[in-house]
């Protein structure tokens, strides 16, 4: 079933296709936002602006240091480890402009994640924050790493503000281990030594070159590197943009005749916030307000006061906390033109509380690494089908398969495979997993996810399939008990996993954040009593000052599965 194509029944202003042969490569589109609006304000952080033409000349100045002033050659991988500050579109977009392959990295790695994507990825450089530089000393004699080059916090920020505040981390907050790094050089001044020389036009700029590794998020099993190329990014680029440019109720566009301003919290590093930030807004000449720390909510408001925003990119988390602030509250939403939620599920109740606060629906969607990363999007301006994650985006075709690989039937839930220009050349260095990957046919890549798709090409994530608890024979899959649990008034977060039980096989374990401290495991199990069938309902309810969490705000199921694990194991030995 192609869902690329729904007659009547795109939202007005999206396209059913996209041009994917409009630019050869990213580096191609960052040129043009470079040439087309230098004077537009480009990125914000910590309070300070820059200009398109700042980042083209600052960028322009790091492919210069590159290409000249260490031993990189082109097609070598260099790793970005920051979080989202000015130096991230500057290290980005000269690195991809040297001819270099960018591999973002988490920075909130440990050391043998570290290891592990530096090495499997053939790093041969290093950009780091200075707060992880302690990390990468003690892990550099390991690596193929040969240029490392770090940078503090505000290096980016006129001299005062920049002093002052990475004083303040280093001496005050102490936030930043001491380290020895006698080879490394500070960004500031590699990008003196490259200012105002130019760099010679070498990029990757074959459509089916590699040019971002992007390593999945481990939680399942050892980090996998998608090797995403440059017809991957700019198809799924042009593919996010068709859906930012929808009309809304108003009938208006997100760019209308200016520049539209999103705010930036999730990481520069994921795959998700990459390209919609750094590539689809970047490419319509938008601004983008850079949130360093999103879990520091308060900060997070100051920095966003300022600002009429027109577009709130974040998640399920990040909303909760938001709107847990009375500060949030009193910001001026009338320029607010779509939210975009994705990365987690969406709470019903979340995206209800969400559009009372800021007269803005939101626009879940849905993606992943491999895919660059959108499959699937909602419409915005009241068009939202709440409780799906959208429609395929253009160019895009879906289809659910059975365990046996047959396609099942529209309204039938199944693995969700998806066919389209965004969809990842495979895992790097991995061709047992690639193939893994994909339909026998090698056509169609497997989400792993199980899903519904309706007559109008909406689509219901059920579950991860991998995730899913089996009770005396029934499926259960932790998502639908998540979403009924969360819209209980006392309950801030939750997650579901299964356990093994002597009766039935498995059963559900449920683990509770509450803003009640009173909330008990009885009154839980009343309110889902009516709400849940039998086989469904959790048999064990844990309450948790916090769950696990990747940085990007997704629970992380598989770290409470290893925790029961181990208290099973101990339990075993004692006894």
């Not at 009372?356 to 301006?381: Q, W």
């Not at 990957?437 to 994530?461: N, P, Q």
Request: charged fraction near 25%.
């Amino acid at each position: 079933m192609d869902a690329s194509f729904w007659d009547g029944k795109r939202a007005p202003g999206v396209e059913d296709q996209i041009n994917v042969d409009q630019y050869d490569s990213v580096v191609e589109v960052i040129e043009k936002a470079f040439k087309e609006y230098a004077d537009r304000p480009a990125f914000t952080s910590i309070g300070y602006t820059v200009t398109f033409k700042e980042i083209d000349e600052l960028s322009a100045a790091f492919a210069n240091y590159l290409q000249n002033h260490t031993n990189l050659k082109r097609g070598d991988t260099i790793a970005v480890q920051m979080p989202n500050t000015l130096q991230y579109p500057i290290v980005m977009y000269g690195a991809l402009r040297a001819g270099l392959r960018v591999t973002n990295t988490n920075p909130l790695y440990t050391e043998r994640e570290m290891l592990h994507q530096f090495n499997d990825s053939e790093a041969k450089a290093l950009v780091c924050m200075d707060v992880f530089a302690k990390s990468v000393q003690n892990i550099k004699d390991q690596t193929g790493l040969e240029t490392i080059i770090v940078t503090s916090l505000a290096d980016m920020l006129p001299p005062v503000k920049r002093t002052l505040i990475n004083f303040v981390m280093k001496n005050v907050k102490k936030m930043v281990p001491a380290y020895s790094l006698p080879e490394a050089i500070r960004l500031r001044k590699a990008l003196a030594l490259g200012k105002g020389k130019g760099f010679k036009a070498e990029h990757l700029s074959d459509p089916q070159d590699t040019i971002i590794l992007q390593y999945t998020g481990g939680t399942t099993g050892v980090a996998k590197g998608a090797e995403l190329t440059n017809r991957n990014l700019v198809a799924n680029m042009l593919q996010s943009k068709s859906m930012l440019h929808q009309v809304n109720d108003k009938g208006e566009l997100l760019k209308g005749e200016g520049q539209a301003i999103a705010v930036a919290p999730l990481p520069l590093y994921h795959i998700y916030a990459f390209t919609v930030h750094l590539m689809a807004l970047f490419e319509q000449g938008d601004h983008s307000v850079l949130i360093a720390n999103p879990r520091d909510t308060e900060t997070f408001i100051k920095f966003i006061t300022p600002f009429k925003l027109n577009a709130f990119i974040g998640l399920n988390t990040l909303f909760v906390s938001l709107m847990q602030s009375p500060n949030f509250k009193k910001l001026d939403f009338s320029e607010l033109k779509i939210t975009l939620s994705g990365g987690t599920a969406l709470m019903d109740d979340t995206a209800k509380r969400w559009k009372e606060l800021t007269g803005s629906g939101i626009s879940e969607a849905y993606g992943l690494t491999e895919c660059s990363p959108a499959v699937t999007m909602n419409p915005a301006g009241g068009l939202e089908r709440m409780g799906t994650v959208g429609q395929a985006v253009p160019g895009t075709a879906l289809k659910c398969i059975d365990d046996q690989g047959n396609e099942v039937a529209i309204g039938e839930r199944g693995e969700l495979c998806v066919k389209g220009p965004q969809v990842m050349k495979g895992y790097w260095k991995r061709p047992d997993a690639s193939k893994d990957a994909f339909t026998e046919d090698g056509e169609w890549f497997r989400t792993g996810d199980v899903a519904i798709i309706d007559e109008d090409g909406f689509v219901r994530i059920v579950d991860r399939i991998k995730d899913m608890i089996l009770v005396s024979g029934f499926n259960v899959f932790p998502n639908e008990i998540e979403a009924v649990v969360a819209e209980h008034p006392d309950v801030e977060n939750c997650a579901v996993i299964g356990v093994p039980d002597e009766k039935s096989g498995e059963a559900v374990k449920l683990f509770i954040v509450s803003t009640n401290a009173n909330l008990t495991q009885e009154e839980v199990k009343a309110y889902l009593k009516d709400k849940l069938t039998g086989y469904k309902m959790p048999k064990h309810v844990e309450f948790r000052d916090e769950l696990p969490m990747t940085p990007v705000g997704k629970i992380l199921r598989r770290e409470l599965k290893d925790e029961e694990d181990a208290k099973r194991a101990q339990a075993s030995n004692a006894a």
